[in-house]
């Protein structure tokens, strides 16, 4: 076979981040939001059948590092070096990061603003780390922002969380700042923020614990998950900023 006359590689999708991209929450394998994103499920979301990544690209090869409770320190120290041992090169890759960091100084202000901070920076290295390994200099790459289960009421009370009603400031600071180093980087930005609202304290109880409650309006479990439903937003988001 001449060298013009060989096939092109497979498509490769590399998911990093936290549990907004993984399957767990959503009821297992392959119907988190990244795995929704590479592959529809079409006895759930038969509305999405043919729009996903798969059917864009036959033989597509999808690699989940994300990770339950992940922050942008473990993406850069395990995450991202596992993605640089695999040998992969992605066409597509996907980050969810920033709200765990932001839950670890829960209920501190001043240090949560401090916490921003470090995550902008962080994302800023990974982004930086990122587009080498991608498979063509412009490769996209999608950040998303980060979701309010309290859907703006900042009521955690009402979730079983201690009160902190600087939180929805703070939320949106972080996603502010996780969409401009996204800019910064010629990253595409998945709103899941904006995709989310309205489907959690507004419209249920987030700490229910089903991955597919009666109502598919509520998209949360465990109050910072992404259910079934949630995991659909997720992709749905992602969809949107792929083709943005």
């Not at 009821?27 to 590479?38: E, N, R, T, V, W």
């Not at 592959?39 to 864009?56: E, K, M, S, V």
């Not at 765990?100 to 240090?111: C, F, K, Q, R």
């Not at 470090?118 to 790459?141: E, F, Y």
């Amino acid at each position: 076979m001449a060298h013009d006359d060989r096939p092109d590689p497979p498509a490769v999708y590399a998911a990093l981040g936290d549990s907004i991209s993984i399957d767990e929450y959503a009821g297992g394998p392959g119907q988190g939001g990244a795995s929704l994103f590479a592959r529809n499920r079409d006895d759930t979301f038969p509305h999405w059948h043919g729009r996903d990544l798969a059917t864009r690209n036959p033989g597509l090869r999808y690699h989940l590092f994300a990770a339950d409770g992940g922050t942008t320190e473990t993406v850069l120290d395990h995450q991202l070096p596992r993605l640089e041992r695999s040998g992969a090169a992605p066409t597509v890759a996907t980050l969810t990061v920033g709200g765990n960091d932001l839950l670890g100084v829960y209920g501190d202000t001043p240090s949560a603003r401090r916490v921003i901070g470090v995550v902008r920076r962080r994302v800023g290295q990974t982004l930086r780390r990122l587009r080498p390994l991608m498979r063509s200099p412009n490769a996209p790459i999608i950040v998303g922002t980060v979701y309010d289960p309290s859907d703006g009421t900042g009521d955690a009370g009402r979730v079983g969380l201690p009160p902190w009603p600087a939180v929805v400031d703070l939320l949106a600071a972080l996603n502010t700042e996780l969409a401009s180093v996204a800019a910064e980087h010629a990253a595409h930005v998945a709103d899941i923020h904006r995709h989310f609202l309205g489907h959690g304290l507004r419209r249920g109880n987030p700490a229910q614990t089903h991955p597919r409650p009666a109502d598919p309006n509520l998209w949360y479990c465990n109050v910072i998950e992404p259910n079934a439903w949630g995991a659909d937003g997720v992709r749905a988001a992602f969809w949107q900023a792929l083709h943005s």
